[in-house]
C-alpha cells in the first residue's frame, strides 16, 4: 500500500520525461512540489494506523503473557491443543513480530519526514526518494518473510498437537524449524519475485533519470 502510494509521487515525472534524453529538472521539482505532499500524506496516514493498531495489539499481548505468570490459570486457549507454554511461546513470537514491524515503520516514518521536510536539490531528493523505495521494497520482503514463515511454523505445530503426527519433542521441535526454514526461503524468493515484477523496472528507470541528471551535470562542468 505505501510503496504503490509512494510509487506515484513520480508517474508525472516519468510519463513527462520518458520521451527525453534527459530528465528535465524543472518538471521533476514541479511534480514534486504538486503530489509529494498529498501522496506522502495518505502513507502517514496508514502509518498511524499501524502505529495504533499494532501498539495496542503489542501492549495487549504483552498484558496477557505477564498475566500468564501472575494468575496462569486463567490464561487458556484452545486448551486441548496449546499448553501454557505453548501460549507464552505463541505471544513471545507475536511481540518480537509487532515490536519489528513497529520499529521499521517507525524509522520509515522518520525517512518520510525527513525527505517531506527538507529543502534540498532535485537530485538529492531523487536520490532520497530511490532510497526510500528502496528500503520500502525491502521491507514488504522481510515483513512478508517473517509474518509467513512464523505463521506456517505455527501452524504446523497447531496441526501436529490435532493430529499427533509427531510425538516426541525432539521431532516437533525439529520439524516446526524446517518449516520455518522452508517458509523463510519460499516466502523469500516469491515476495522479492512480486516487489520485482510490481515496482523493479520503475526504480530502474528512477535510477537512470539520476544518472541522466549526474551525467548532464558533468558535462555543464566540463563544458
Not at 25 to 45: G, N, P, Q, W
Not at 148 to 162: E, H, P, R, V
Not at 164 to 192: A, C, H, P, Q
Not at 201 to 212: A, C, G, I, M, P
Request: hydrophobic share 50%; net charge positive; proline share 0%.
Amino acid at each position: 500500500m505505501e510503496l504503490l502510494e509512494l510509487k506515484s509521487v513520480w508517474d508525472v515525472v516519468i510519463e513527462k520525461t520518458i520521451s527525453k534524453e534527459h530528465v528535465d529538472e524543472f518538471v521533476v521539482a514541479k511534480s514534486i512540489k504538486k503530489d509529494s505532499k498529498t501522496v506522502l500524506t495518505k502513507i502517514k496516514r496508514v502509518m498511524f494506523l499501524k502505529f495504533f493498531l499494532g501498539g495496542l495489539s503489542l501492549i495487549l499481548c504483552v498484558g496477557v503473557l505477564v498475566g500468564s505468570f501472575i494468575e496462569p490459570e486463567k490464561i487458556t486457549f484452545y486448551e486441548g491443543i496449546f499448553s501454557l507454554s505453548d501460549i507464552r511461546a505463541f505471544l513471545a513470537t507475536v511481540i518480537i513480530f509487532l515490536a519489528g514491524m513497529l520499529s521499521w515503520n517507525f524509522r520509515a516514518f522518520l525517512k518520510i519526514k525527513h525527505f517531506e521536510t527538507k529543502a534540498v536539490s532535485v537530485k538529492e531528493s531523487l536520490k532520497k526518494f530511490i532510497d526510500i523505495m528502496d528500503k520500502t521494497i525491502k521491507l514488504n520482503i522481510y515483513s512478508g518473510v517473517v509474518f509467513n514463515s512464523l505463521a506456517l511454523g505455527w501452524i504446523f505445530y497447531i496441526i501436529n498437537n490435532k493430529k499427533e503426527i509427531f510425538t516426541d519433542t525432539v521431532e516437533i521441535v525439529l520439524m516446526t524449524v524446517l518449516i520455518v526454514v522452508l517458509g523463510i526461503v519460499l516466502s523469500f524468493f516469491m515476495n522479492r519475485y512480486e516487489q520485482k515484477i510490481k515496482f523493479g523496472n520503475y526504480l530502474n528507470h528512477l535510477k537512470s533519470n539520476l544518472e541522466d541528471i549526474e551525467e548532464n551535470e558533468h558535462s555543464q562542468r566540463n563544458s
